[in-house]
Nanobody, 122 residues
Framework: VQLQASGGGLVQAGGSLRLSCAAS????????IGWFRQAPGKEREGVSCVSISDGRTYYADSVKGRFTISSDNAKNTVYLQMNSLKPKDTAVYYC????????????????WGQGTLVTVSS
């Protein structure tokens, strides 16, 4: 299992970014892909998850209405569209893969990509 996260960067508050997670080495349709983030000095927290087989999505309360997770099954890629970004969204964002069910619990996921840094300035 290989996961490649990309798309992070520096953005002003209120701005948008789209993260990508390119997956390989496993049957994409059989998995759930989650996005997690970790801010300095804080624990890793679940942001969103998509169950590829049925398209069901899940979001942390802190990002509902602002972030949207989606998948392009032809490209084996999951996206996280982040709008109305806030300084508290600043963190290293990771994507992870595991067999369903979808969950925002990091300990469930066995395969992780490298992180991509998102910095939101005020």
């Amino acid at each position: 299992v290989q996961l490649q996260a990309s798309g992070g960067g520096l953005v002003q508050a209120g701005g948008s970014l789209r993260l990508s997670c390119a997956a390989s080495g496993f049957t994409f349709d059989d998995y759930a892909i989650g996005w997690f983030r970790q801010a300095p000095g804080k624990e890793r927290e679940g942001v969103s998850c998509v169950s590829i087989s049925d398209g069901r999505t899940y979001y942390a309360d802190s990002v509902k209405g602002r972030f949207t997770i989606s998948s392009d099954n032809a490209k084996n890629t999951v996206y996280l569209q982040m709008n109305s970004l806030k300084p508290k969204d600043t963190a290293v964002y990771y994507c992870a893969a595991e067999v369903p069910p979808c969950t925002l619990v990091a300990a469930w996921f066995g395969s992780w990509g490298q992180g991509t840094l998102v910095t939101v300035s005020s």
